[in-house]
């Protein structure tokens, strides 16, 4: 059973930073589609970042410069770097993935594509 786990969230003053890590149990994600998502109140889930199985990454436009997404294959984690946060980046923040994505269908991070999915970690900009 593949199980995300995030961690790293918190609260930050704008203009700072965090580091997002997501730990995935169950398998060993190398080529695979994993993506971050994040949903504020009373809004849809959008992506982050995606990262496919041939080391493309994708994101979203507003954040590009300030995001970064990586993964780490020795311990099977997968990470987001956010510098430069706004007020506007408060969000609960999601890992996900879904090892049969093509590069195209993972870089259009449509949540809808992706099947396994962490419980989130909140991240609050202030």
């Known amino acids: 059973h593949v199980q995300p786990v995030e961690s790293g969230g918190g609260s930050v003053q704008a203009g700072g930073s965090l580091r997002l890590s997501c730990a995935f149990s169950?398998?060993?994600?190398?080529?695979?589609?994993m993506g971050w998502f994040r949903q504020a109140p009373g809004k849809e889930r959008e992506g982050v970042a995606s990262l496919a199985s041939d080391g493309s990454s994708i994101y979203a436009n507003s954040l590009k410069g300030r995001f970064s997404i990586s993964k780490d294959n020795a311990r099977n984690w997968l990470d987001l770097q956010m510098d430069s946060l706004k007020v506007e980046d408060t969000a609960m923040y999601y890992c996900?993935?879904?090892?049969?994505?093509?590069?195209?269908?993972?870089?259009?991070?449509?949540?809808?594509?992706?099947?396994?999915w962490g419980q989130g970690t909140q991240v609050t900009v202030s």
């Open positions: 996900a993935t879904n090892p049969n994505l093509d590069s195209l269908t993972c870089g259009r991070r449509l949540p809808v594509a992706f099947g396994y």
């Open positions: 169950g398998y060993t994600y190398s080529g695979h589609c």
